[in-house]
């Protein structure tokens, strides 16, 4: 009995960063409030293949909207059939999000505007208010905050202060 108790409170620190984030209706930093916003791109080199609805963007590529960053060395953005609007990002080699004052990096990141997610691939490492987590997977629901981790998890959670 006693190691289902200390195996239970485990999971719940774990957790403990992400579920705070559920309550918070913007999830990662205010991704979920930016939908609507202007979108800025900035690289080295963008190539447009209207055929493809696609565009690739490489070198120092920096996107832009509202409060969300996403840096990456080479970024590939899929359009919907119309091309008016954007339907998924997928980016790879030294790729960093910032949304707010959360922060995530990774080896490749693919956000799925339909499905609302960003998947972080390889040495994904998440920060929100104060609180570290790593994997070599995680997934993060834009909406609700909530993150799936998988591949040798390891947490750092910073004591609340409750002197506030």
């Known amino acids: 009995m006693k190691k289902i108790f200390v195996f239970s409170v485990i999971l719940m620190l774990l957790n403990t960063p992400f579920l705070l984030a559920e309550g918070n209706k913007t999830g ?11 979108i800025e791109a900035v690289a080295d080199k963008m190539i447009v293949d209207s055929d493809q609805s696609q565009a690739e963007l490489t070198g120092n590529v920096e996107i832009i909207q509202g409060h969300m960053h996403l840096y990456a060395d080479f970024v590939r953005v899929i359009y919907d059939d119309d091309q008016s609007d954007i ?4 980016a790879k080699q ?19 505007l339909d499905r609302g997610t960003v998947v972080l691939i390889g040495n994904a490492s998440i920060v929100q208010d104060g609180n570290t987590a790593r994997a070599q997977q995680a997934e993060i629901n834009i909406d609700t905050g909530a993150t799936t ?7 750092i ?7 506030d």
């Open 28 to 38: 990662f930093g205010n991704l979920s409030n930016d939908g609507q916003k202007p």
């Open 87 to 90: 339907r998924k990002l997928y």
């Open 157 to 163: 959670l910073q004591p609340i202060d409750d002197a």
């Open 94 to 112: 030294n790729v960093i999000l910032i949304s707010g004052e959360d922060r995530a990096s990774a080896d490749e990141a693919d956000y799925d």
């Open 149 to 155: 981790l998988s591949g040798r998890v390891r947490t």
